[in-house]
């Protein structure tokens, strides 16, 4: 019992770990800031996307969607990561990670998006459209911010997913959070660092998800 | 000074004389609108002039909201013209943008921006269409909910206003455009009872201040005591149109009388 404590809840070793976990986190934060927009961005693009006239525009992005969805996205990355050179692009790991990760949530958040534009009635568009205001000025200003309001829950549980991929970051040697809890841990032979990783991740995610389901429960009552 | 009668050419007086000659600021003619092989509007002519609130009357599915909506291509009309303010509207290179900043509409269902408060709702095209700035269309903004006496709810969401007020600020949404005519479609039959009379009365004051407006509606009593003309549609057609006294008076046509008399209960 005491060994398994000192295997994993070793004090000591979680304040010595402490500063390196903390500049792991740094950059799971700026990972985050950057492929959380571009993912949300991109889930609009494929949203928008889908309502495009042409037959065989839609079937195309479809397909790239159900590839991306069905790619798993270590796959997407490494190929990303390692593919691209041989084709004269060499990409810093953050750059790779941007383009893996935008292209795995723009489909992911593309269903989410799509689906609250679908729930904006048809009235809304014509109500705007009858006061003058182009497609696009209708979209931006009247149907995507409803749109994004009716999927918050599953906006924000997508999100969430987002969150915790970042760590397949550490494969391109990414130093994020949990990265720098391995590198602790195999300095320290002691599995304490990546608990207090897992410890700092619920932190995060644990208000998050609380938050999910209250909005959740509140749309369904 | 001069007054205005004195440039008028001298001719025979009568005010009904004067408003026949007065050009019509819509003119549908021949108009005709399928939905696949459906045809659900058939050969119409309706003139509205300037000033004119016209009524549009008729059992479901007999073409009222098709026909409105082909007025600001809503709808595309299959075939026939319509001629608004000295432009062709069924034009295909018409701007129909431009062409919807000079025809108002009003839905039965409100479709009030959810998201945003009754001053934005009213704001939103000042600025993005017509290019104001923000103090600029909020003072027009201001105005327009002034008129249908709604200023004091100008920071209210749309889910805080009750039907009635929620219509009036549609209106308002219209009226702050400065639109040459108001398009209706059913625009209180989504109310409580109880709130009818504070749309229609708004309404009535538009009418005064000579807004020209085309109304589908079943609220025969507004119509028999403010509509200047009154088109009775079915299947498609317009069965007859004339001023209120001839449409609810005896000498109807069969179909008309038959319709006004089994809405009037
Ligand atoms: N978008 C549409 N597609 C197919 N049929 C339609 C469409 N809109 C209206 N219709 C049909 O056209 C007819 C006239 O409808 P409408 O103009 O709404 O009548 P009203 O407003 O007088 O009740 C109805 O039979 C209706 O089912
Ligand atoms: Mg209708």
Redesign the pocket.
Known sequence: MDILFQQFFNLDIMSKALPLILEGLKTTLLICLVVIPLGILGGILVAVGSMAKSAVARRALALAVDLMRALPPLVLLILIYSGLPFLGLRLSPLAAVSIAFFLNNAAYYGEVIRAGIESVPNGQWEAARSTGLRADQTFVWVVLPQALRNVLPDLISNTVEVVKLTSLASVVSLQEMLYSADMARSLTFNNSPVVLAAIIYFVMLWPVVRIVSRLENASAK | MQSAASFLPSRAPGAAAEIQSVEPLLRIRDVSKK?GS?E?LKSINVDVSPGELVFLI?P???????LLRCCNRLEEATSGSIRFDGSEVLDPKLDVNALRRRIGMVFQSFNLYPHMTALSNVTLALRKVLGKSGPESKTIAMAALERVGLAHKASAYPAELSGGQQQRVAIARGLALEPKMMLFDEPTSALDPELVGSVLATMRSMREAGMTMLV?SHEMRFAREAADRVVFMEGGVVVEQGPPAQIFGPDAQPRTRAFVSNEDR
């Open positions: 939905f459906l659900v008729g479901s599915g007999s073409g009222k909201s098709t589908v």
